[in-house]
């Protein structure tokens, strides 16, 4: 134990999805799995719970959280659904969507989720240990990936030990994160217009053409971001001796995203090739190229801000 808590970890089972539900509604943190990552889930309605997720991630109080609801009718209380919304909603919930709206008013949530904006972020996800949690609680429950800011998201519940035992009362094994990759995030106007302000799971030739202008739209997508704590290069075609490699396809790595090429196996993996990399002796990550189309668009945008060093 690193911190002031003795963090436990639950299994995902009734008994465990019991006691976390205990520990959420007394304002505890629970790190929880989602099939995208694993998410550090507090109560919604509740700003001293809201504040320990910024506390133990080291989370700069201008970044928003994502709010995940147990069903469409809970997401109406919290924000206003456009038709357009809504078809987003019942075409991808539960799974890897996740909607900005324009935020209802008296909904009760505590104000550091959205970070005074006007706006909330809402997702019903579809991992079934999560599902029964939200269910179990009742609650709206407001959880970040469960890293310490900047740093990789977790896929595993030993990934989230390795950054935040210690420093949350409890993490639900649910074994590792399908999808591998966070939610693909899309604001959608009461006007019903589509913009995509993160690439992820769910393709965006589906939805919208992404922001061409290259700003930052969700305040949390930083240009550095998702850092394994080392100097990162991508589209390595040859490498050194001392380069941790990340391989795909044809190039075999000391970790191997995708032997056989294939870019949703790539995603599932991505994370825990950073981490392997991160405890690695090697001081440098080199990444073989991703091809650009599908689920790669979405391993492109979070290499390239891991390649990005932090200011
Ligand atoms: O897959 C996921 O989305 C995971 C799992 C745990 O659900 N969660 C996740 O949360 O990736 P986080 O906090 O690591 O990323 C949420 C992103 C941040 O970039 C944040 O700035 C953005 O969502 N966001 C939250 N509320 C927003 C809002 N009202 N407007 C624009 N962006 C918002
Ligand atoms: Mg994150």
């Known amino acids: 134990m690193v911190g002031k808590y003795a963090t436990e970890t639950l299994r995902a089972d009734n008994g465990g999805i019991e006691r976390a539900a205990q520990i959420l509604r007394g304002g505890g943190l629970v790190a929880v799995p ?14 001293e719970a809201v504040a320990r997720i910024y506390a ?5 109080s201008f970044n928003p959280l994502i709010v995940h609801v147990a069903s469409l009718s809970a997401a109406e209380r919290l924000a206003v659904f456009s038709e357009a919304a809504r078809a ?11 909607l900005v709206l324009s935020r209802q008013r008296g909904a009760g949530l505590a104000a550091a989720v959205t970070a005074g904006l006007d706006t909330v972020a809402l997702r019903m996800p579809s991992h079934p240990a999560m599902r029964d949690l939200l269910e179990f609680t009742g609650l709206p429950l407001a959880a970040p990936s469960a890293n310490r800011s900047g740093f990789v998201s977790p896929t595993s519940a030993a990934h989230v030990l390795g950054a935040l035992d210690g420093r949350i009362d409890a993490v639900i094994d649910g074994g590792p994160s399908e999808a591998g990759i966070e939610s693909t995030i899309v604001a959608v106007g009461e006007d019903g217009s589509r913009r995509v302000l993160r690439p992820g799971p769910i393709l965006l030739e589906d939805i919208a053409r992404p922001d061409a202008g290259g700003r930052i739209e969700a305040p949390g997508q930083l240009a ?3 850092s394994p704590g080392k100097p990162v ?9 001392d380069d941790f490699v990340i391989g795909f396809g044809a190039m075999e790595g000391d970790c191997t995203l995708s032997e056989a090429g294939d870019l949703a196996e790539a995603a599932a993996r991505l994370y825990a090739c950073f981490h392997q ?3 690695s002796d090697k001081p440098r990550i080199a990444v073989a190229p991703i091809p650009e189309e599908g689920i790669g668009i979405a391993i492109n945008d979070r290499l390239r801000r891991a390649a990005t060093p932090p200011d």
């Open 34 to 47: 989602t099939e995208t990552v694993y998410g550090l889930a507090a109560r919604a309605d509740d700003d």
């Open 56 to 60: 133990a991630k080291g989370r700069p």
């Open 88 to 98: 987003l909603a019942r075409q991808y919930w539960p799974g890897p969507l996740t």
């Open 224 to 226: 550095s971001h998702y």
């Open 233 to 241: 290069r991508l589209d390595a075609t040859e490498v050194a001796p």
């Open 277 to 279: 990399g991160a405890i």
